[in-house]
């Protein structure tokens, strides 16, 4: 790979889907945007074709070469074939499509393609809140709750691709059942559907809530952006929604920082925003499951999430895919 050719980065979304041409430093130079579903349902892949061929036509018009791509998708794959899962709701099209095979044979390029939050994890590793460290973690609650694992310089891919899906692992092992089948997960408590949820499940005994009024009487009204600023206001099922997200971020903090101690944990996502006037309460929180002394040495970080480090951390991914040594035998 010559030292000044681009990357491309695609982050698929359930209803956006963005292509940028990196630089190796992590800048955008090129980027566009587009709906994943602008042709309808189940044309997504013409689409992400689409999107590439023009940002990459972009690119090389502007005199740039273009080394690679990286694709990050919102479910687990398995990125030694480069196949995507059987299990990705918003874009079930792509289900079991050897994705990096069919770009990587269209754009005459190397192409990976990974789970988005392992991207990000990479983005924030080379370019962002983990640049130098050896181990990250990053937890990106949204919608759902993805999270990635980087351990002295190798991200975690785990043997089925599941490797750093913490959203899915138990804060109460008692807990509700989860929509991914398990009970008790971190996600039912600190994912904007938790949050929502939650906070639905609390007011249905409550025709007098404020916080029912403030979605105009339809539970179904109420967002996790609502239930985050209602708490601030002081709303009382509010803030005991929002205490508990905090509390099982605290404890899903003790885990990592406890089980895998890395150096920096970033906490990103759709929620990251709402979590920021909150960082004192999760730390708090983190400190009565973590090793005091482990946890000091932690630097954890909230950085709100966006396209474009979605689309940094998809370029992340063709970098840390072509220039990694191979593991040694034996
Ligand atoms: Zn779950």
């Given amino acids: 790979m010559t030292r000044d050719a ?4 695609v982050d698929v979304g359930g209803t956006t889907t963005a292509a940028g041409a990196v630089t ?10 587009v709906l994943t579903h602008r042709d309808g349902e189940g044309h997504a892949l ?11 036509g972009h690119a090389e018009r502007s005199g740039h070469a273009v080394a690679a791509i990286g694709v990050g998708v919102p479910g687990p794959v398995d990125a030694t074939l480069g196949r995507v899962g059987e299990h990705v709701p918003h874009v079930p099209e792509l289900a079991g499509h050897p994705l990096a095979a069919e770009l990587a044979e269209r754009f005459r390029r ?3 393609v990974d789970n988005d939050v392992n991207a990000l994890a990479l983005g924030e590793w080379m370019f962002g809140a983990g640049r130098g460290a050896r181990s990250l973690v990053v937890l990106a609650p949204g919608t759902g709750f993805g999270a990635g694992i ?3 310089g190798r991200l975690v891919r785990g043997a089925a691709g599941f490797g750093g899906e913490l959203g899915h692992t ?10 991914c089948g398990g009970r008790g997960c971190l996600a039912l408590y600190a994912s904007g559907r938790g949050v929502a949820e939650a906070a639905r499940a609390r007011v249905a005994g409550l025709p007098d809530a404020p916080l029912l009024a403030a979605a105009g009487g339809d539970p179904r009204a109420i967002t996790a952006p609502l239930v985050f600023r209602a708490a601030r206001e002081g709303d009382a099922v509010a803030s005991a929604v ?7 971020l605290g404890a899903m903090l003790g885990t990592i920082v406890n089980g895998l101690n890395p150096e920096v944990i970033v906490l990103t996502g759709g929620v990251a925003e709402s979590l920021v006037p ?8 983190a400190a009565e499951y973590a090793f005091r002394a482990a946890l000091a040495q932690t630097r954890v970080t909230i950085v709100p999430g966006d396209k474009r480090t979605s689309m940094r951390g998809a370029a992340a991914l063709a970098i840390y895919e072509t220039e990694r040594p191979l593991p040694s035998a034996g």
């Fill in 6 to 9: 681009l990357l491309l980065g």
């Fill in 46 to 56: 013409t689409t992400i074709i689409e999107l590439l061929a023009s940002v990459l």
């Fill in 24 to 33: 190796r430093e992590g800048e955008v130079l090129v980027e566009q945007r």
């Fill in 150 to 152: 980087v351990l002295d």
């Fill in 110 to 112: 190397p192409a990976f």
């Fill in 242 to 248: 929002v205490d508990e997200a905090c509390r099982a």
């Fill in 278 to 285: 909150l960082e004192a309460q999760i730390l708090e929180r």
């Fill in 170 to 179: 138990p804060v109460k092992f008692d807990g509700p059942p989860c929509w």
